[in-house]
Every structure is written in structure tokens, then in C-alpha cells.
């Protein structure tokens, strides 16, 4: 290598490095700038002075230290286990496309057993005298037994009241007096934006504790029961905090943490819990009846689509479609129709399906409603009787 060559590599690395060493300085510096950010930003008052003063939700405001609050709840949420009972086939062609098309869904010719399942997750204390509530999912089917158990090591074995599968809400009852209780909270009045808490068992981890914000309020369609209207949060929500509390900034239970949206089967930042109003409504009529009872209509709808708002002529895909109904039915009597689009419920809009399906649910038991119709471009008033739906299995 000549001398003249050797000089020019030398230049040239001392180059390359003073370069990287500025890009390698801009980056830090521009890491450092990010983290100083917030500190620019306004003050965030703390949850007790928002309280005091009378302004709103103190968690709509910014960033607060949660330890007081959490310190008083997480005593409150217990870890749940259930025992279930599951009967599989013996036959390994159980799954074979095949064996199904001849042997239907008869008795498998090689027999079965009974296989032992336990599924584990969380429950919130809603009162001293031992009432725990939970999600249906984590009780299960064919339970033989119930153990919730506390972060002072006690565990306790439990019974189910009631289930309610369509809101995916269970209540259990511990034999214990003197218990740590969460307050109910009004979840009508949570903010988008709003500072929240979960606390429950993931990963068997008791009592943890992981704060977000309200993502959105009244989220329906996800597909985790028949009776939706979640709460979404980016509050980290993992495999056994279901049933767990999901806690405002003044420490009160707006909240039961049921699911999350997940790809990879882990917190992606999409949790969704079942409002306290909602799960408040469930559990009371859990304690009263063993079941809870809701309003229901004879016949089914469906959401709009774009294809079968122009086939039905209506301008919009606002509102619910019925889509099957009995000629013996009373709402057929009452001159309702397959194809009618149902766009008001007792005066209140509907905006699809799923909202009218709540819009009955809650509707008193015997009442009659009024629905507003489209009919090929018409406009019509009809009134429809409300019945009783037992959707709830009831245990005791």
C-alpha cells in the first residue's frame, strides 16, 4: 500500500467517525429533550384538590401519584380459581371430518372421561359480608369448586350465586365478615381521556396494579358477550385480570376488567371492562333472583349494511333491521314486518343493532314500547310488547 494511499484511509476514517460521533450526540440529545417535555406542560392537580375545588374528574386533568389510592383498593380485589369438571372423548378421531359425518354428534362409540380444568382470574370485594363479583368466563361450566383467596393468604372456598353470561358478570359469596370493599362508582361519568386503574391477578401475579386512560366509552361489537357496552382503556389489562377492578381517581369501581384485543395473546393497549352501572345492575338482581331479568322481543334484527339499505330503500345505515320474526308472533299482530328498519325506540334514536338490543333489555318487563319504522320509504309507529328473558343459568 502506498504512502499516499495510507494517508487518504486515515483521513478518511477520522471523517467518518467525527460524523458518527454528531449523529450519535443529536440522537441523545434529542432523547433527552423528549423526556424534559413533560415538564413544560401545566401541573396536574391532585385527585383530593380536584374533588374539593368542584371541577371534573380529576383524572381528565393529567398524570397524579396513585399510591394512595391504590394502596386503599388493592386490598379489595382477590384472586379467583374454579375448579371445573370437562367431558372429552376417548375416540382420537374425534376431530376427523370424516368420523363426524358418520358418527354425527352421537355417543363416541370408544366412551369418554372426565377431565379436571382450572381457570384462574380476579374478583372484586363489593361488600364486608363476603359478596365477590367477577366475570362469568372465569367461573366457567360444571364447577365442583370455588377458592378465592386474598393478599393476606387466606383462602377461602366460595359459592356461585348467579351468572350472567349475556354480560359476561358472576357473583360468588365467601363465608367471611369483615372484608375490604371497593365503592361503587357512577361509570356514566367517566371521560374519554380520563385517568384509570386496573388491579387483578395476571400471570397469577396478585394484586398488581397498571394505569391508562379512558380510550372510549359505549364500545360495542367486539364479541365478548351478547350484552355489550365496554369500556376501553390502555390500562394494561393481561390473562388473569379478568374479573379485576378497573378504579377511577377517587378510588371507586367504575369498572370490571373482561378482555382484551390481542394478536399475540398479550397487552396490545386495547382493554375493555363492563361498566359498574351495568355490573351493579346484574349483581342486584343476581342477590334478589338468582338470575337477572331483562326485557326481550319476539322477534330478531340485524345491523345495516350499505347493500341492504339500498335494497330496503332507506337512506342510511342508521338504525336495525328486522330480520326474522313468526307470523304468530305479537309483534307480527301488531303489524311489524320483515324488512322494517326500526330507527327510534320509545323516542330515542337507534343507531344499530346492538344498541336496540340494549334499548330492550333495559325496557321494564311487560311494558309496551314504541317503535319508529321505515316501509319502503314510509314512516310508521308501532307498539310492541315487552317480555321477560330468563338469560341467566342460575346457580346456588
Given amino acids: 500500500m502506498s504512502f499516499f494511499r495510507r494517508i487518504t484511509l486515515s483521513i478518511l476514517f477520522v471523517v467518518v467517525g467525527f460524523i458518527a460521533g454528531l449523529v450519535v450526540t443529536a440522537r441523545m440529545r434529542t432523547a433527552s429533550e423528549s423526556r424534559a417535555e413533560p415538564a413544560r406542560a401545566p401541573v396536574a392537580a391532585r385527585p383530593d384538590q380536584n374533588r374539593a375545588s368542584g371541577g371534573g374528574p380529576a383524572a381528565a386533568s393529567g398524570p397524579s401519584d396513585f399510591t394512595r389510592i391504590a394502596s386503599q383498593t388493592v386490598k379489595g380485589v382477590a384472586n379467583i380459581s374454579s375448579l371445573q369438571v370437562v367431558r372429552t372423548p376417548n375416540s382420537p378421531f374425534t376431530s376427523d371430518p370424516f368420523f363426524r359425518y358418520f358418527f354425527g354428534d352421537q355417543d363416541d362409540p370408544f366412551g369418554s372421561r372426565d377431565r379436571r380444568s382450572l381457570s384462574l382470574g380476579s374478583g372484586v370485594v363489593i361488600s364486608a359480608d363476603g359478596y365477590v363479583v367477577t366475570n362469568n368466563h372465569v367461573v366457567g361450566e360444571n364447577v365442583r369448586e370455588i377458592r378465592v383467596a386474598f393478599s393476606d393468604k387466606r383462602e377461602i372456598r366460595g359459592r356461585v350465586i348467579g351468572t350472567d353470561p349475556a354480560t359476561d358478570i358472576a357473583l360468588l359469596k365467601i363465608n367471611v365478615a369483615g372484608l375490604p370493599v371497593i365503592a361503587w362508582g357512577d361509570s356514566t361519568q367517566l371521560k374519554v381521556g380520563e385517568w384509570v386503574l386496573a388491579i387483578g391477578s395476571p400471570f397469577q401475579l396478585n394484586q398488581t396494579v397498571t394505569a391508562g386512560i379512558v380510550s372510549a366509552t359505549g364500545r360495542t361489537n367486539v364479541g365478548f358477550a351478547d350484552y355489550e357496552d365496554f369500556i376501553q382503556?390502555?390500562?394494561?389489562?393481561?390473562?388473569?385480570?379478568?374479573?379485576?377492578?378497573?378504579?377511577?381517581?377517587?378510588?371507586?369501581?367504575?369498572?370490571?376488567?373482561?378482555?382484551?384485543?390481542?394478536?399475540?395473546?398479550?397487552?396490545?393497549?386495547?382493554?375493555?371492562?363492563?361498566?359498574?352501572?351495568?355490573?351493579?345492575?346484574?349483581?342486584?338482581?343476581?342477590?334478589?333472583?338468582?338470575?337477572?331479568?331483562?326485557?326481550?322481543?319476539?322477534?330478531?334484527?340485524?345491523?345495516?349494511?350499505?347493500?341492504?339499505?339500498?335494497?330496503?330503500?332507506?337512506?342510511?345505515?342508521?338504525?336495525?333491521?328486522?330480520?326474522?320474526?313468526?307470523?304468530?308472533?305479537?309483534?307480527?299482530?301488531?303489524?311489524?314486518?320483515?324488512?322494517?328498519?326500526?330507527?327510534?325506540?320509545?323516542?330515542?334514536?337507534?343507531?344499530?343493532?346492538a344498541q336496540?338490543?340494549?334499548?330492550?333489555?333495559?325496557?321494564?318487563?311487560?311494558?309496551?314500547?314504541?317503535?319508529?319504522?321505515?316501509?319502503?320509504?314510509?314512516?310508521?309507529?308501532?307498539?310492541?310488547?315487552?317480555?321477560s328473558s330468563a338469560a341467566t343459568t342460575r346457580r346456588r
Avoid: C, W
Wanted: net charge neutral; no cysteine; proline share 3%.
Fill in 233 to 353: 382503556t390502555d390500562a394494561a389489562i393481561n390473562p388473569g385480570n379478568s374479573g379485576g377492578a378497573l378504579i377511577n381517581t377517587r378510588g371507586e369501581l367504575v369498572g370490571i376488567n373482561t378482555g382484551i384485543f390481542s394478536q399475540s395473546g398479550g397487552y396490545q393497549g386495547i382493554g375493555f371492562a363492563v361498566p359498574s352501572n351495568l355490573a351493579r345492575h346484574v349483581v342486584d338482581d343476581l342477590m334478589k333472583y338468582g338470575e337477572v331479568r331483562r326485557g326481550s322481543i319476539d322477534f330478531g334484527v340485524d345491523s345495516l349494511t350499505t347493500e341492504l339499505a339500498e335494497e330496503v330503500g332507506a337512506k342510511s345505515t342508521r338504525g336495525a333491521i328486522v330480520s326474522r320474526m313468526y307470523r304468530n308472533s305479537a309483534s307480527y299482530a301488531a303489524g311489524l314486518r320483515p324488512a322494517d328498519v326500526i330507527v327510534s325506540f320509545n323516542g330515542q334514536g337507534v343507531d344499530d343493532a
Fill in 356 to 387: 336496540f338490543k340494549r334499548a330492550v333489555s333495559d325496557a321494564k318487563i311487560g311494558s309496551t314500547a314504541t317503535l319508529t319504522v321505515l316501509r319502503n320509504g314510509r314512516t310508521l309507529e308501532i307498539k310492541i310488547p315487552i317480555v
